[in-house]
């Protein structure tokens, strides 16, 4: 059986590995988790705001893919917020005559 001395190494060793992959494929990882917000924040906009669906129906309509986009309602901006926690995060508002804008990149 091994000693603990080698259980905290191949801990280290393992955590430090699943690091290595996640700063190497990083800039996939954030491309993806922009893309997704942009694509949420609009989508649920549209929903909430052209649609007048409830929020909690805007969210059954997120792709399988999205399950760490997080949506949040704002409606004295008539905007929705999209954000994927520590990477991303994106607005779209609604705007009459125009139907659901991202606001810039910050």
């Known amino acids: 059986m091994p000693g603990r001395r080698t259980i905290i190494y191949l801990t280290l060793v393992l955590i430090l590995s699943l690091l290595a992959v996640l700063g190497w ?11 997704g917000t942009a694509y949420g924040a609009r989508l649920a906009c549209s929903c909430r705001y052209v649609e007048g669906r409830a929020m909690g129906s805007c969210e059954d309509d997120k792709e ?33 005559g125009w ?8």
């Not at 004295?76 to 705007?95: F, G, M, N, Q, S």
């Not at 139907?99 to 910050?106: I, Q, S």
């Open 64 to 96: 399988p893919g999205m399950a760490l986009v997080t949506l949040t309602d704002r409606p004295e901006d008539k905007a929705v917020e999209a954000r994927v926690p520590l990477i991303a995060a994106r607005t779209a508002r609604y705007r009459p």
């Open 99 to 106: 139907g659901c804008l991202l606001d810039p990149v910050r």
């Open 25 to 35: 494929h990083w800039s996939g990882v954030r491309g993806q988790a922009e893309l």
